[in-house]
C-alpha cells in the first residue's frame, strides 16, 4: 500500500499552519511550526512570490495532507465529486469526511488520522458487524463501526478517548466509546476543516 512517508512537521511548516498530524504533540512546545514558523528548506525564510496558482495548489495540498491521501486518490475523489450534484468543492470534503479513517478519529478513538489509518488496517474496527480493514471504506448514514472487544483495552485508544474533543454532532458515540453511529451525514458547516474547497476546484478546472 502506497503512502507518504515525508517528516509530518515539514508539512505543517510547508502549509504555514497546523495540520494537526501527530495528536498531542501539535498542541505542544515540541510543534515544529512552533519552534520554527517558515517553510522547510535552505529559502524557507526568503520572501515567497504568492501567485494565483501557488494559492490554489498549497490549498490542494492542505486537504490532501490534512486526510492523508495521496494524489491520485485525491483526484478520483475530485472526479467522483464533479459527477454528483451539488457543488463540486463541498461534495470533495463530503467524501473525504465519510472516510473510515477519517471516522474513527472524529469519534475520539485515535489522536490522529494517521493512527485511525494503522488501527483500521491492522483490523481492530467492525462495520455493521463486519470486520473492515479498509481506510479509505466511505461510511452511510445509519451505518454502526465497533471497536472488536479484545481492542477495547488498547492504551493507544484509552488515551485518545481520554484527550481527543467530543465528536461531531453527525456522529453518535456509546457511552462504552466501542461503538460509532452515522446519524446523519456531515453539512459544511460541521465540517471544520480550514480548507477553501473553491480555490481547489479552481485549480483542477484549469
Given at each position: 500500500?502506497?503512502?507518504?512517508?515525508?517528516?509530518?512537521?515539514?508539512?505543517?511548516?510547508r502549509?504555514?499552519?497546523?495540520?494537526?498530524?501527530?495528536?498531542?504533540?501539535?498542541?505542544?512546545v515540541?510543534?515544529?511550526?512552533?519552534?520554527r514558523?517558515?517553510?522547510?528548506?535552505?529559502?524557507?525564510?526568503g520572501?515567497?512570490?504568492?501567485?494565483?496558482?501557488?494559492?490554489?495548489?498549497?490549498?490542494?495540498?492542505?486537504?490532501?495532507?490534512?486526510?492523508?491521501?495521496?494524489e491520485?486518490?485525491?483526484?478520483?475523489?475530485?472526479?467522483e465529486?464533479?459527477?454528483?450534484?451539488?457543488?463540486t468543492?463541498?461534495?470533495?470534503?463530503?467524501?473525504?469526511?465519510?472516510?473510515?479513517?477519517?471516522?474513527?478519529?472524529?469519534?475520539?478513538?485515535?489522536?490522529?488520522?494517521?493512527?485511525?489509518?494503522?488501527?483500521?488496517?491492522?483490523g481492530?474496527?467492525?462495520?455493521?458487524?463486519?470486520?473492515?480493514?479498509?481506510?479509505?471504506?466511505?461510511?452511510r448514514?445509519?451505518?454502526?463501526?465497533?471497536?472488536?472487544?479484545?481492542?477495547?483495552?488498547?492504551?493507544?485508544?484509552?488515551?485518545a478517548?481520554d484527550?481527543?474533543?467530543?465528536?461531531?454532532?453527525?456522529?453518535?458515540?456509546?457511552?462504552?466509546?466501542?461503538?460509532?453511529?452515522?446519524?446523519?451525514?456531515?453539512?459544511?458547516?460541521?465540517?471544520?476543516?480550514?480548507?477553501?474547497?473553491?480555490?481547489?476546484?479552481e485549480?483542477?478546472?484549469?
Open positions: 500500500m502506497a503512502k507518504e512517508t515525508d517528516p509530518s512537521c515539514k508539512k505543517c511548516r502549509e504555514r499552519r497546523k495540520l494537526f498530524l501527530k495528536g498531542q504533540r501539535c498542541y505542544s515540541k510543534c515544529g511550526i512552533e519552534r514558523p517558515y517553510p522547510p528548506g535552505i529559502h524557507g525564510r520572501r515567497v512570490r504568492e501567485s494565483e496558482y501557488l494559492l490554489q495548489l498549497r490549498e490542494k495540498q492542505k486537504a490532501r495532507r490534512f486526510y492523508g491521501v495521496l491520485r486518490q485525491f483526484r478520483h475523489y475530485y472526479d465529486a464533479t459527477r454528483k450534484k451539488g457543488i468543492g463541498e461534495n470533495l470534503l463530503f467524501f473525504l469526511e465519510r472516510r473510515l479513517d477519517n471516522i474513527v478519529y472524529r469519534s475520539g478513538m485515535a489522536a490522529s488520522r494517521a493512527q485511525a489509518r494503522q488501527l483500521v488496517n491492522h481492530h474496527f467492525r462495520v455493521n458487524g463486519r470486520k473492515m480493514s479498509i481506510p479509505s471504506y466511505r461510511v448514514k445509519g451505518d454502526v463501526i465497533e471497536l472488536r472487544e479484545k481492542s477495547r483495552n488498547l492504551v493507544v485508544i484509552r488515551h478517548l484527550t481527543n474533543p467530543p465528536p461531531p454532532e453527525w456522529l453518535r458515540v456509546t457511552q462504552s466509546a466501542s461503538q460509532v453511529e452515522v446519524l446523519d451525514l456531515p453539512t459544511r458547516e460541521q465540517v471544520d476543516v480550514p480548507v477553501q474547497e473553491q480555490l481547489i476546484v485549480l483542477y478546472s484549469k
